[in-house]
């Protein structure tokens, strides 16, 4: 049974059959319309486009014999990326990420490998063209993938995955110096709520790719015997690359931490200020108050109460308290943004 969302409306397969001489293509909406028998050696990739036709993936599963618990990950679109060994083929899954600037929202599919003597099963919820690049090369007979076997096939789709990763936390890089900046002129509510939505995917992504450093660590030790030696020392480029995917994402991390801190430090220097000019205006408005209050005692006899100029005495009085207040706040800088 598929679990997860339906992401395309049909099951496409996509078959390549290849040796270092040639090369032929197929194309069906079913298995049925694949030719799996041929007589060309060498080896064969097929690409499989929507999981949610459980009939498809039952017939693909019973002409690979693939295990039924193989069949039921692929078909649970929720999968944390893992390693599972078989007698005949090695199951593998891992997860493509692609980034919507807009929201600043990170969505993700589940990619299964498969992994034979000489097959490669792939299994995509919708078709990205992720894997166009692969295609390509091997349309073009570039490097050593058309000469190579079924490993270097699956060293080079997880090369394309491990890639993509990097293109995503560059548009993550690119929207954290961007808010960044705008924090720093003039911090506001939805400069916040940015924030804590790129921690919240970041720490998303670092979950779902956390796991594969510890796969492809797997694959090297090779215990399976599923990868030639040479490959085994691609796959080591692609370990180093996850490596350093999960560092850079650790940096991202923190500078978001500290962009939050600096959110926070600037709401608190600016309710300072607020709270300090409040403050001064209190404190310059209070001799005013004070000579208003004595005033207007019910004395029959005060200093300038019969005088006909008393009244102005008083405010000028007033005034120039607050003035001098004034100038010597001027003089602390207490009247200053800084």
Known sequence: MHVGEVKTRRTALSLFRYDGEQLTEQSADALAGIDLISPQAGTLWMNIHGLHDTAVMAEIGQAFKLHPLVLEDILHTEQRPKLDCYPDY??????????????????????????????????????????????????????????????????????VIVDRYFIVLEQIGDDCDTLEEALLRKPGTSMLQGIHKLKRETMDLRRAVWPLREVINSLIRNDHQFFKPDTVLYLRDVYDHTVHFIESLEAIRDLLAGMLDIYLSSISNRVNMEVRALTVVAMLFMPATLIAGIFGMNFKSMPWLADPNGFWFALGLMAGIASVMGLIFWRRQWLSRR
Do not use: K
């Open 90 to 159: 090695l199951f593998l899954v891992t997860r493509f990420f692609s980034y919507a600037p807009d929201s600043m929202t990170i969505s993700s599919e589940q990619v299964s490998i498969v992994l034979g003597r000489n097959f490669v099963l792939t299994f995509q919820e919708q078709p990205t063209g992720s894997f166009d690049p692969v295609r390509e090369r091997l349309r073009a007979n570039r490097g050593l993938l058309r000469s190579a076997g079924a490993d270097h096939l699956a060293y080079a789709l997880l090369d």
